[in-house]
């Protein structure tokens, strides 16, 4: 069976600094997608980075970038140069063939302070 | 390009009543999936098409659940009869393709208060 673990909960980060989410996968399949989402306040889920379990280098977008561990099955999120625009719950998700669905974690809560 | 729309953003009704959700995926986009959030939780899928056919649907409660997507485009999820524990945001999601891989973009949800 597919599990995501986000063992963060919340988390504070000062302005213009760098945070590190973590996120914590399971499965047997070999072929598989992990994928970080931001929900603000507003409710909807917006698309952030993708890394496929073949990828030789790590998936990287702007200000966001994944610290991908596949012998830890660790799928870890950097958002450098944090903005208060930054402050919202973020999810990390992982398709499998095995499951054939998205499966999320609990989401980790992250308030920029100014 | 638009996004996936959805309406209406809040519903409040007393339990026991029906209670329809409207979603119109991005243009083009061949997988509609639905998925249920609860409160402080990750979205939980409920059901998915590939076009007009719901290829997934095993998590959908369907004694009072029930969805639709005629023609491929627009989809609608119908609760009947909701009951109190069906409080929480509905979300709709849509992908190009029908790879897993495939990203999924979400719409704003629907927020549904049963009293």
């Known amino acids: 069976a597919q599990k995501i673990t986000q063992t963060q909960p919340g ?13 914590t ?4 399949d070999p072929s598989y997608g992990l994928f970080w989402y931001k929900q603000p306040s507003s409710g909807e889920m917006i698309f952030l980075i993708y890394q496929g379990s073949y990828d030789q280098q790590n998936a990287t977008e702007g200000r966001y970038s994944l610290n991908f561990q596949k012998a830890r ?25 095995a499951g ?5 974690g609990g989401g980790t809560r992250v308030l920029v302070k100014p | 390009e638009a996004g996936v729309v959805q309406s209406p953003r809040y519903k409040i009704i007393e339990k ?3 209670v329809a959700f409207w979603c119109n995926p991005i243009s083009g986009h061949n997988t509609l999936y639905w998925y249920l959030q609860n ?8 059901i998915r098409y590939e076009n007009e056919e719901a290829v997934d649907d095993s ?23 909701a009951e109190l524990g069906d409080s929480a945001v509905y979300l709709c999601a849509s ?7 495939d990203t999924q973009y979400f719409g704003p949800g629907t927020r549904l208060t049963v009293l």
């Open chain 1, 11 to 23: 988390m504070f980060v000062q302005e213009k600094e760098a945070v590190t989410l973590d996120c």
């Open chain 1, 100 to 104: 054939n669905k998205l499966t999320f």
């Open chain 1, 73 to 97: 099955k660790s799928a870890n999120l950097v958002i450098s140069a944090s903005q208060l625009g930054d402050s919202a719950m973020y999810f990390c998700a992982m398709w499998a063939a």
């Open chain 2, 16 to 18: 026991k009543q029906p």
């Open chain 2, 59 to 81: 998590q959908l409660p369907k004694d009072r659940f029930s969805a639709e997507r005629l023609k491929g485009v627009d989809s609608t999820l119908k609760i009947q009869p």
């Open chain 2, 39 to 46: 409160l402080g939780q990750g979205p939980e899928l409920l």
């Open chain 1, 25 to 28: 996968y399971d499965t047997s």
């Open chain 2, 95 to 101: 992908s190009l393709g029908i790879s897993g891989t």
